[in-house]
């Protein structure tokens, strides 16, 4: 029997004093907000509390200078959240960071781990 191997990697973007800005849980959650269309709605689909959530979303705002959402607080519309331009753009850019990341590195195993990559 033949297994075949293959490399999985994680990334982020972190801040000059290591602090996550920005990786696959915020984008997770982006993406959550703009399906729901609020933070409480993403907070339950996702199973954290709000607070978690709008931590997070905080966070990167702060250390990136930029806002991810535009909120509407309560009224009869009943609030809600939604993605920023820029939201948008940061998450099509780390949706290309990591697509090339993974290609390069898919590249690199296959170069340096070709005799490994089956074992009989």
């Not at 993605?83 to 940061?90: K, N």
């Given at each position: 029997m033949s297994k075949k191997l293959h490399i999985r990697s994680k990334i982020w973007i972190e801040d000059d004093r290591n602090r996550v800005v920005f990786g696959q849980g915020r984008l997770k959650i982006l993406?959550?907000?703009e399906r729901n269309g609020s933070i409480s709605a993403a907070a339950r689909e996702l199973r954290m509390s709000y607070r978690a959530v709008w931590g997070k979303i905080k966070a990167t705002e702060e250390r990136l200078?930029?806002?991810l959402l535009s909120r509407n607080v309560g009224g009869s519309s009943g609030g809600g959240s939604?993605?920023?331009?820029?939201?948008?753009?940061?998450m099509q850019?780390?949706?290309?960071?990591?697509r090339d990341i993974q290609n390069d590195a898919d590249d690199i195993f296959a170069n340096l781990f070709s005799d490994q990559r089956t074992s009989k």
């Open positions: 993406e959550s907000i200078g930029k806002k939604s993605l920023t331009p820029f939201a948008m753009e940061i850019q780390f949706y290309r960071l990591r």
